[in-house]
T-cell receptor
Framework: DAGVIQSPRHEVTEMGQEVTLRCKPI?????LFWYRQTMMRGLELLIY????????DSGMPEDRFSAKMPNASFSTLKIQPSEPRDSAVYFC?????????????FGPGTRLTVT | SQQGEEDPQALSIQEGENATMNCSYK?????LQWYRQNSGRGLVHLILIRSNEREKHSGRLRVTLDTSKKSSSLLITASRAADTASYFC????????????FGTGTRLQVTL
């Protein structure tokens, strides 16, 4: 298996532009997580899905952020409009829920820079 | 907040020495996991310990769990320069489905 795949790996955009981050989880996994990591705030959980359904989006900073999971093999995180303070590394992770273990597998991340 | 806290925040040791990192959490857990993150990369799962276990080993890693103190420790024996990374504990709390709560991390530097 190729592991969790994220695209793009790097994104540089100007303030006000829309940004879409993409994630393909490991095949067979039924939970998907979006995290944001910065030096100041560390690793923050933004939202997670179980069986394609959003379970907890309390970490989503504000209405500018939205996430979808239209099927078991694809998820997007959208920021519209983007702001410089959104600059961070965004990670997607997946796991297999129902085993009681919930080990998460992380993608390589998308480094977002908003100028 | 359920967020775990690790200490120390940073640790610098020489190759061959042992490294110990600690993690504390606030509410009851199903399991506790340790992850490693190399600079610029995603987190990688290292080891898991269930709430009914007290100690677990995997290679040069040793994890202990004290649920009465709500704390865990990760010991890396005979450290190598390649162990240089950040280490995070993550807890699966009772009643939180599949969500893990990550700690703030310990940055380990192993020098030659």
């Amino acid at each position: 298996d190729a592991g969790v795949i994220q695209s793009p790996r790097h994104e540089v955009t100007e303030m006000g532009q829309e940004v879409t981050l993409r994630c393909k989880p490991i095949s067979g996994h039924n939970s998907l997580f979006w995290y944001r990591q910065t030096m100041m705030r560390g690793l923050e959980l933004l939202i997670y899905f179980n069986n394609n359904v959003p379970i907890d989006d309390s970490g989503m900073p504000e209405d500018r952020f939205s996430a979808k999971m239209p099927n078991a093999s694809f998820s997007t995180l959208k920021i519209q409009p983007s702001e410089p303070r959104d600059s961070a590394v965004y990670f997607c992770a997946s796991s297999l829920a129902g085993t009681g273990i919930h080990e998460q597998y992380f993608g390589p991340g998308t480094r977002l820079t908003v100028t | 907040s359920q967020q775990g806290e690790e200490d120390p925040q940073a640790l610098s040791i020489q190759e061959g020495e042992n490294a110990t990192m600690n993690c504390s959490y606030k509410t009851s857990i199903n399991n506790l996991q340790w992850y490693r993150q190399n600079s610029g990369r995603g987190l990688v799962h290292l080891i898991l310990i269930r709430s009914n276990e007290r100690e677990k080993h995997s290679g040069r890693l040793r994890v202990t769990l004290d649920t009465s103190k709500k704390s865990s420790s990760l010991l890396i024996t005979a450290s190598r320069a390649a162990d240089t990374a950040s280490y995070f504990c993550a807890t699966l709390h009772t009643g939180t489905a599949s969500k893990l709560t990550f700690g703030t991390g310990t940055r380990l530097q192993v020098t030659l």
